[in-house]
């Protein structure tokens, strides 16, 4: 396979970047210093854009007459204009982007489980939402991989995560090169994982670069890109993967031993109960396609689709169980 594009990756500057949170520290991220050889990173800390300073009374999101407010209670500052505001122009700025690395619980940067408060006094319950800057990431960047540094602990997560992040930017090389051919490259390499994925918007996507139609490449690949965003939106089912799994295993049965044949549909067992992670059957995968010079294997990005340097199995315990 080529060598992997650097994705370009916004992260919360708190992740290992710099002593902003609002207590001077930072967090020491396991993932980011892996991470960095092979990612573009765009620090960012909105609540100091904004000039809250570090450090800095913590602030918190409160509904008022239906409107989330970012309020700061040690001074009964509202602030709600000014992070809008900055949001808005920074996120404007990003021309080119594969994917966001963010804090959790942050009331800027959260994505999901941040506390809201109903009311500027009122904090004998709270419930849950995204904070500011994250909320409106997802509504922007809809279809590219957002997570926080909570969720990247799960490895299923941690795999989608990259698969999607690396894929995201190969398409965005694509986009640059404005070659039709590069495109229909780009969707031959990908079938098997969108196999996995979503065999309904797989069929779609072949239709688009078949392109009856004739359209120009813009007007192509914008279509394209719609329907891989819908093809990569959900983490695929395990029992999906065992079929594709399967299908790149029929391609050995005339070379490989008895032994060999039953140690993969053994790992494949294990891969089912959650013992390993679907980087360990690839492997495996990936070393036959090698020895037998299985050229259609070794160009699908299914077989790698992230650096195997950032392979790494461990979990947070959870599992599948999302």
Known sequence: MEKFPKPIVVVSKCLGFAHCR???????????????????FRPVCPEVEIGLGIPRKPIRIVTVEGKNRLYQPATGRDVTQEMETFVESFLNSLTEVDGFFLKSRSPSCGTQDVKIYPGFDNVSRTFKGSGFFGGEVLKRFNGLPVEDEGRLRNFTIRENFLTRLFTFARLREVKKSGSMKALIDFHTTHKLMLM????????????????????????????????????????????????????????????LSKE?????????????????????????????????????????????????ELVEITDSGKGRKL
Do not use: C
């Open 22 to 40: 609002y207590d001077g520290q930072t967090i020491e991220n396991p993932f980011v210093p892996r991470f960095q050889e092979f990612v573009e």
């Open 196 to 255: 996995g994925y979503n065999q309904t918007q797989m069929r779609a996507l072949g239709k688009i670069v078949a392109n009856q139609e004739q359209s120009g490449f813009d007007a192509v690949v914008s279509a394209y890109e719609h329907h891989l965003k819908l093809a990569l939106a959900s983490i695929p089912k395990f029992t999906a993967m065992i079929n594709v799994l399967m299908h790149a295993f029929g391609g050995f049965k005339e070379v």
């Open 260 to 308: 060999e044949k039953q140690f993969f549909l053994e790992s494949l067992e294990e891969y089912r109960d959650e013992r390993i992670p679907l980087s360990a059957v690839l492997h495996v995968l990936r070393a036959w396609a090698i020895k037998y010079d299985n050229t259609y294997l070794l160009t699908q990005t299914f077989m790698e689709p992230y650096p195997h």
